[in-house]
């Protein structure tokens, strides 16, 4: 039920965001580049129900569309798509830190998460949990926002993390780009 109205809740937004011209051509959504000196971070997660497996993406492009880093995780999780999400939206902040950026956009495709990250509800389920480390690594930059973004604007990060599956723990490329998105760049 919950993937039901993440799904209803995702064409909301796309809807809202695409224009049409005088002839109806719809324009195709695509990736926008972050204020100079702001790095944007995507991520996104896959799941895998039949190995309990969750696999996340992330790719960190800084505001003249260079790729600056990619990670590529996978970890045994209970395979649930709103868990797997709020973990590598923990991961892909982590790795922001990690990296020494000061300045971040997050964004991802998962709406329920990024409202429950930008919310003031507490939750002591291991998903709310999860939400207050999210919160709590953001606090580390000098600024970030979170935002959300159709899946059409977030392809590379999911194609990262469907690939995420086939690994065995986590791969991070520091200006390289990994082949599985070489061609879709």
Not at 50 to 57: L, M
Not at 80 to 94: C, R, V
Not at 132 to 160: E, M, W, Y
């Amino acid at each position: 039920m919950r993937q039901a109205a993440q799904k209803i809740e995702n064409l909301a937004v796309l809807s809202s965001q695409q224009t049409t011209n005088p002839t109806t051509t719809t324009q195709t959504l695509q990736w926008n580049a972050p204020p100079a000196n702001v790095y944007k971070v995507n991520w996104d997660s896959a799941v895998d129900k039949v190995n309990c497996k969750v696999g996340v993406g992330t790719i960190i492009r800084d505001w003249e569309g260079r790729v600056i880093a990619c990670m590529r995780m996978c970890k045994p999780l209970f395979p649930n798509p709103y868990l797997a999400e709020a973990f590598g939206a923990l991961h892909s902040a982590k790795l922001a830190i990690d990296i020494g950026l000061k300045q971040i956009k997050l964004e991802g495709d998962a709406m329920n998460v990024i409202n429950d990250i930008k919310g003031n509800k507490a939750s002591w389920k291991q998903t709310g949990l999860i939400i207050n480390d999210i919160k709590q690594v953001l606090r580390g930059f000098d600024s970030f926002s979170i935002d959300f973004t159709p899946r059409s604007c977030n392809n590379l990060a999911h194609c990262l993390a469907r690939n995420a599956l086939n690994i065995t723990d986590v791969l991070v490329d520091i200006e390289d780009i990994p082949s599985c998105i070489a061609s879709l760049l």
